[in-house]
């Protein structure tokens, strides 16, 4: 069971586990997913993780991968009671439904956002301080699924996402992450826009990469009840960023600098440590992730369907 599978990394997890032989059941509202991001092959179901509805989904399920969520920053500062209705109450009902199935396996999709308020780098898995509304509803949802694994047994493998970045990410919101921001400016023959001077720096992780460890929680019992960061271990600057897509796209443009967004966090590095005590690796250096995100998003450009971000 994968929730969120019409979204960016649900979409992309579902075509991995089909075709590692998976049968997999996708859930999505298609509230900020898409179509065209959801596998022919699975048995998708439009439904709200908040409704009862989605209880008799989860029967015969034996991992359930918990990725919808409401994760736009700035959306979640602007609308804490949504945001806390979808990523708490959501995930308490997505527990409940795993609890009454007796689900194998548990995967919540946590995010580096929890360390917004710890000034030492890397994160360690062991320290968080969410800040914004978004951190604290994904903090809170993890607690849950904590509080599920001590009274319940649930057995619960936390993965606290760095940026992941590459094919399918979603560009058509108003705000799309950096990466597909800056590619979709330059095919459109415009300035991508920074927000601040672009000294911020993230550690960006390749969607395949993450995978990889998805298919770990499922197969490897190491994982089991223990949370693990999941990014590569090194970051850059937006500006290295804007200058390695603008070199990988043979361009010459200058960036649009405007003022900074309320509530991002400096920096983001995770300390990979345990991640990489696995035997895991991330295998996508960060050349050939852009190259990837840029032949994906050529191939949406050429046909048509991207709506200016304007
Ligand atoms: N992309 C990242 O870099 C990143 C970083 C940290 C954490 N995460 C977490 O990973 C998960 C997936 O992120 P993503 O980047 O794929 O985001 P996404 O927005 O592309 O996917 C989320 C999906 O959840 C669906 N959804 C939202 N509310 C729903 C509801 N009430 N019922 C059913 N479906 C609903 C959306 O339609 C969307 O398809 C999220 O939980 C997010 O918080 C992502």
Redesign the pocket.
């Known amino acids: 069971m994968v929730?969120?599978?019409?979204?960016?990394?649900?979409?992309n997890l579902c075509r991995r586990l089909v075709d590692e032989g998976y049968a997999v059941v996708g859930?999505?509202?298609?509230?900020?997913?898409?179509p065209e991001?959801v596998p022919a092959d699975i048995d998708f179901h439009l439904?709200?993780?908040?409704g009862r509805a989605i209880h008799p989904l989860f029967k015969d399920i034996d991992t359930v991968f918990?990725?919808?969520?409401?994760?736009?920053l700035f959306d979640c500062l602007n609308s804490p009671l949504e945001t806390s209705d979808?990523?708490v109450r959501?995930t308490v009902n997505v527990l409940e439904a795993s609890k009454e199935a007796g689900i194998g396996k548990f995967v919540y999709?946590?995010?580096?956002?929890v360390y917004e308020g710890v000034r030492d780098f890397p994160s360690k898995v062991e320290r968080v301080k969410p800040v914004g509304a978004?951190a604290i509803s994904?903090h809170s949802g993890a607690l849950f699924a904590e509080m599920y694994r001590a009274f319940h047994g649930l057995n619960l493998t936390t993965l606290?996402?760095?940026?992941?970045?590459g094919p399918a990410?979603?560009y058509r919101r108003i705000m799309p992450?950096a990466i597909s921001a800056f590619i979709l400016k330059i095919f459109e023959g415009n300035s991508p826009i920074i927000y601040g001077d672009g000294t911020k720096r993230r550690d960006f992780v390749y969607v395949d990469d993450v995978n990889d460890l998805h298919l770990l929680t499922i197969e490897d019992p190491r994982t089991d009840g223990r949370v693990f960061n999941v990014g590569s271990g090194a970051n850059y600057s937006v500006i290295e960023i804007f200058n390695l897509i603008s070199e990988a796209m043979h361009v010459s443009v200058e960036p649009i600098l405007l003022d900074e967004l309320p509530g991002e966090a400096e920096v983001t590095l995770a300390d990979i440590t345990q991640t990489l005590e696995l035997g895991w690796r991330p295998r996508t250096n960060i050349r050939r992730g852009i190259l990837n995100s840029i032949e994906y998003l050529k191939k949406e450009f050429e046909s048509g369907k991207l709506a200016s971000l304007d």
């Open positions: 929730t969120g599978a019409a979204g960016f990394i649900g979409g859930i999505d509202d298609l509230s900020t997913g898409i991001n439904a709200d993780i908040r918990h990725l919808a969520a409401k994760n736009c979808i990523n959501g999709a946590d995010s580096s956002a978004y994904k606290r996402y760095f940026n992941v970045y990410q979603d992450p």
